[in-house]
């Protein structure tokens, strides 16, 4: 065998089993490195393929050119004639040849010896670089989502690169790791894989210890029932380093899942507060009812009352006054983590006196019904009580719907919807003529830009102030006499220069 040939498989054999790569990558890195030197000693833009025999690293150097169509803007029709040829004339050697093809000629190869080990060395590195780190994508982008744990390798402005084995790098972006966690060169900790990026530099796998599924993965791993699936652990919430809930449901109704969470003496639950840095967690069972879930995740607050809007997917909480701080907690923490465990949009207040609120909001319900329905204090208080707050609520809501209320009868529900109707356009009808006879306000007439005959035309259509006119799109008053959209956009300016005025006295003064 020519020593050319026992050269290669040499390199082969120790670039494979150092680096673990497969022969064919290492074999095409040679290939490449080769056909690199043959391009650079013939000093010209040519194209080079080299074929290495797999059996006895004997090689063979080929010149390539393309085939195209003619091009009738360069001259010969060939826009890079060293690695070009007509498709007319390729048909002359091969006659099935097609455009994208290629024809080949036998050149004389470059000595593996002599195209200098360095430059070849660097080809071949690189290439195996890339397949290494391809290597580690693939052997990671289906364990995105997992719980994986490395030693520190080193830290860098807060950046932690964990040493995974197998000669195989993480990051942990700083953004990314517990606020206050001091870690240190040989730890050993624990991440969430987030994401496997296939990049040309730098790491590939990126890994966070603030998300909310680490907890979740921790949890899975400390609490056996979890594994079993006789508890799930639903979701979680996490002020990073300093406190977290979690939403567990069995599924097997012998097994208590906040108990099996915390273990004997706390020792699961503590297990994962020691891995999160102290990071204390509240196990909250998780309930189908959205109240219910709602009032467990608020531990350890104690709920009076709750109002649950399903339209806004917003909760009233009412808590005791003495409860009160402990259920928004420092910063709103408390309130803010069983808002993001329950997905619900929560305000929490003061039990008493939202029922206050409350039963003065009901009352002045009451009267409005009262005064323009000209009903009863019964009937208007079972219209309040049943959730109708205006009349016109009343006069357009389905029969169907009324009939539901059991105190109420066919007639008497025809009648309220017909009172309230009235009510409706008798309040139309005064607000017209209100609008009808307004005069402008003295600052409208007033303004720079306004006239009189102007500003009376705007009070007519209920812009009475300044304040009125800030509040209006240019859109909303081109209608008006000798109006165009420039004229509008100043006169709306003008009207707005108090607002200015305020917000720069409130910045002057903080």
Same mark, same amino acid.
């Given at each position: ?6 050269? #290669? ?12 790569? =497969? ?25 080079? *393929? ?27 029709? /060939?826009?890079?004639?060293?690695? %070009? #040829?007509?498709? $007319? ?15 080949? =000629? @036998? #050149? ?57 084995? &197998?000669?195989?790098?993480? @990051? ?7 606020? &206050? ?16 990026r296939s990049e040309a530099r730098g790491p590939q796998l990126f890994v966070s210890r603030t998300a909310p599924e680490l907890l979740l993965a921790l949890f899975r791993l400390e609490v ?29 109704? *012998? ?10 003496? &706390? ?20 309930? $189908? ?5 709602? #009032? ?20 009233? +909480? ?5 409860? /009160?701080? %402990? ?21 929490? /207040? ?5 029922? %206050? ?19 009863? $204090?019964?009937?208007? &208080?079972?219209l309040a009580e049943v959730g109708f707050s205006t009349i016109e609520e009343l006069a357009y809501v389905p029969i169907s719907e009324m009939l539901q209320i059991g105190e109420f009868d ?21 607000? =017209? ?8 306000? %003295?600052? /409208?007439?007033?303004? =720079? ?6 500003? +009376? ?54």
């Amino acid at each position: 065998m020519p020593k050319k040939g026992k050269d #290669i498989l040499l390199m082969v054999d120790v670039f494979s089993n150092e680096k673990d790569i =497969e022969k064919e990558i290492v074999f095409q890195a040679v290939e490449s490195a080769l056909e690199a030197a043959t391009i650079k000693l013939d000093k010209k833009p040519i194209l080079v *393929r080299v074929s290495i025999d797999r059996k006895t690293g004997e090689y063979e150097t080929f010149r390539r050119w393309e085939v195209v169509e003619p091009n009738d803007e360069f001259e010969n029709g /060939l826009e890079f004639p060293d690695s %070009q #040829i007509l498709l $007319e004339d390729a048909k002359k050697k091969n006659p099935d040849i097609q455009v994208g093809d290629f024809v080949e =000629e @036998l #050149i004389e190869s470059v000595d593996f010896g002599r195209i200098g080990a360095q430059s070849a060395k660097q080809v071949i590195i690189q290439k195996i670089r890339q397949a290494e780190r391809k290597k580690i994508v693939e052997a990671y982008e289906d364990r995105v989502g997992d719980l994986i744990a490395g030693v520190v390798k080193r830290v860098e402005k807060g950046n932690v690169y964990l040493d995974l084995g &197998g000669n195989v790098e993480a @990051l942990i972006p700083r953004e990314e790791m517990i606020p &206050g966690e001091s870690v240190r060169i040989g730890d050993r900790i624990r991440g969430y894989l987030k994401e496997v990026r296939s990049e040309a530099r730098g790491p590939q796998l990126f890994v966070s210890r603030t998300a909310p599924e680490l907890l979740l993965a921790l949890f899975r791993l400390e609490v056996p029932e979890v594994g079993e699936g006789l508890i799930d652990v639903l979701s979680a919430a996490r002020d990073p380093g300093s406190r977290a809930k979690i939403a567990v449901k069995s599924n097997d109704p *012998r097994l208590d899942p906040v108990g099996a969470c915390v273990g004997m003496r &706390g020792s699961r639950v503590q297990s994962v507060s020691n891995e999160l840095n102290g990071e204390r967690v509240d196990i909250i069972l998780w309930n $189908e009812n959205d109240a219910q879930f709602v #009032i467990n995740a608020m531990s350890p607050a104690d709920v009076e009352s709750i109002v649950v809007d399903e339209d806004k997917h917003f909760m009233d +909480v009412g808590v005791s006054s003495e409860s /009160l701080s %402990q259920a928004i907690g420092r910063g709103g923490q408390n309130v803010r983590l069983a808002s993001e465990l329950t997905g619900w949009e929560l305000n929490v /207040l003061d039990a008493a006196k939202a029922e %206050q609120e409350s039963e003065a909001e009901l009352e002045k319900i009451k009267q409005l019904f009262k005064e323009q329905l000209d009903v009863d $204090e019964e009937i208007a &208080g079972i219209l309040a009580e049943v959730g109708f707050s205006t009349i016109e609520e009343l006069a357009y809501v389905p029969i169907s719907e009324m009939l539901q209320i059991g105190e109420f009868d066919e007639e008497l529900i025809e009648e309220l919807k017909s009172r309230a109707k009235d009510a409706l356009l008798i309040s139309a009808i005064s607000t =017209e003529e209100q609008i009808e006879t307004a005069e402008p306000a %003295q600052d /409208l007439l007033e303004m =720079e830009g306004m006239t009189k005959e102007l500003a +009376v035309e705007m009070a007519q259509q209920g812009i009475i102030t300044m304040e009125d006119l800030a509040e209006q799109a240019v859109d909303d008053i081109l209608d008006f006499t000798g109006m165009d959209e420039e004229r509008a956009a100043q006169l709306i300016l003008k009207a707005r220069e108090p607002w200015f005025a305020e917000q720069n006295n409130g910045t002057v003064e903080g």
